[in-house]
């Protein structure tokens, strides 16, 4: 999962669409490892969890090792950029750890080690991090100004749908 997210950022290999490097062409063949990758992780999380179980309540360096491991995966596919599914991940791979033990404390000691190498970027770079993800940006903005086209549209037709069915909707098709 981790090669298949990395691949996607080879020239080559990786092909951009819309700005974005999420998908890898293979002659005629094209795949989207980032979908791979939410089976394949939660499985692999899955076996961590159940091989690591004993020591995974008491153990920070084993919190650690798969919080890395989550993280690197996590990074990978926002920098396609994808946060959306970046966002999935991180929360079932985090919920996942936390119904199988792991204390918050452990959490919270991981989150203040990296939070400093993950802002390193930001810091060196404003603008260009700022530039990479301004598709987030606008699609807020139009969101927040009501827009009814281009970028605003799918939250449009979201709010429309909710005013016009309520709760309990409208009926199928309708």
């Known amino acids: 999962a981790l090669g298949g997210l990395a691949l996607?950022?080879?020239p080559g290999l990786g092909s951009k669409v819309g700005g974005a490097h999420r998908w890898v062409r293979i002659g005629y063949f094209n795949f989207q490892p980032s979908e791979c990758?939410?089976?394949l992780l939660v499985a692999a999380m899955?076996?961590?969890i159940i091989h690591y179980r004993e020591r995974l309540r008491e153990s920070f360096s084993v919190c650690?090792?798969?919080m890395a491991c989550a993280l690197a995966a996590?990074?990978?596919?926002?920098?396609?950029?994808?946060?959306g599914t970046a966002a999935l991940l991180g929360t079932a791979l985090f919920a996942m750890l936390f119904a199988a033990g792991m204390k918050i404390g452990n959490f919270v000691k991981f989150i203040l080690l990296v939070l400093p190498l993950s802002l390193l970027p930001l810091i060196i770079?404003?603008?260009?991090?700022?530039a990479r993800f301004a598709y987030v940006i606008d699609r807020v903005n139009a969101w927040h100004?009501?827009?009814?086209?281009?970028?605003?549209y799918h939250a449009w037709v979201s709010?429309?749908?909710l005013g016009s069915g309520g709760f309990t909707g409208t009926g199928l098709g309708r």
């Open 8 to 10: 996607v950022m080879m």
């Open 37 to 39: 990758a939410k089976i």
């Open 46 to 48: 899955a076996g961590f």
């Open 64 to 66: 650690a090792g798969i």
């Open 74 to 83: 996590v990074g990978l596919v926002a920098a396609e950029p994808d946060l």
């Open 125 to 130: 770079n404003f603008q260009a991090v700022l």
């Open 145 to 152: 100004s009501g827009g009814t086209g281009g970028k605003g």
């Open 159 to 161: 709010v429309t749908s």
